[in-house]
């Protein structure tokens, strides 16, 4: 599409939005939201500010977490009688841990079209300045809430050989860095990003201890929302995890406890005790 083509009838149009300078707002973006007929929208007045800026005067539709299973028949059938819709989240890209996919998903079982108007996105920027593997990753979002369940997250994610990429907000980001210092070590490959686009934007990438102690050297450092870029086990470490978790598997079967089956399968394998004694509990669970 031009950026002077009109919008089709019946098609839903996925829109990225800034997360934070609004000139990353694509003109092929405002070309759309200027054409359809409505504006899906997770906040219809953070949105609003949005639109005011840009002049665009279109209808608001609030589809969000806790109504877009409702609304989306409502929303398909208004693109079956030719309407045409967009979608887009308070911030980035839409169903990236944000509402939408309940709309997108009814809109493609409809057999109606849904098209893509990319842009920003914080987990791809973030990955993009972090010096660590982009080859191959995995997106995982926001980890749990609780310190206890977003370490067992963690073990889990402990021989990932992929390049991790984490939300966290301002209130829990020291917690979770200190859990990941716990879990995957001080010396496992790290990079923070800050305020991505905005005018306190900073990055830092280095471990995970280095990055929890710059956290706590400064209250500010702790402010906004970030993404969290974590390199990946090396390939010898799952390997020989996986070894480390057979035979944990065999001497918990033999009715060792937890620590003591960690323990001897840490020495049989070379893999690291923390690790067998978290995946030794969560068996337990």
Not at 212 to 221: C, E, I, Q, V
Request: charged share 20%; with cysteine; glycine share 8%.
């Amino acid at each position: 599409m031009s950026i002077a083509a009109k919008v089709a009838p019946g098609h839903l149009y996925v829109v990225a939005t800034p997360i934070g300078n609004l000139g990353d707002l694509s003109p092929r973006a405002q070309a759309v939201l200027e054409s359809v007929d409505a504006i899906c929208a997770e906040d219809t007045r953070t949105s609003g500010q949005l639109l005011t800026h840009f002049g665009i005067r279109k209808p608001l539709l609030a589809v969000h977490e806790h109504n877009e299973t409702d609304i989306c028949t409502r929303l398909v059938e208004r693109l079956r009688s030719g309407e045409t819709l967009a979608l887009i989240s308070d911030a980035g890209t839409p169903l990236i841990s944000d509402p939408g996919f309940a709309l997108v998903r009814a809109v493609r079982a409809a057999e109606l079209p849904a098209v893509a108007v990319p842009g920003a996105c914080a987990a791809i920027a973030a990955l993009s300045i972090a010096g660590l593997p982009s080859d191959r990753f995995v997106f995982e979002g926001f980890l749990p809430a609780k310190s206890g369940a977003r370490r067992e997250r963690l073990g889990q994610l402990a021989s990932e050989t992929r390049t991790l990429i984490l939300y966290e907000s301002s209130h829990r980001i020291t917690d979770c860095v200190a859990d990941i210092v716990a879990v995957l070590g001080a010396d496992r490959p790290l990079a923070l990003a800050r305020e991505l686009t905005k005018l306190y934007e900073q990055s830092r990438s280095s471990t995970a201890g280095d990055i929890a102690a710059w956290l706590a050297s400064d209250a500010n450092h702790s402010r906004g929302e970030f993404v969290l870029v974590i390199g990946g086990a090396p390939a010898q470490a799952d390997a020989t995890l996986q070894e480390g978790q057979r035979v944990l598997g065999i001497l918990l079967g033999g009715g060792l406890s937890a620590s003591s089956a960690a323990k001897l399968a840490a020495e049989i394998s070379g893999a690291r005790k923390k690790d067998l004694y978290a995946l030794a509990v969560q068996a337990g669970d």
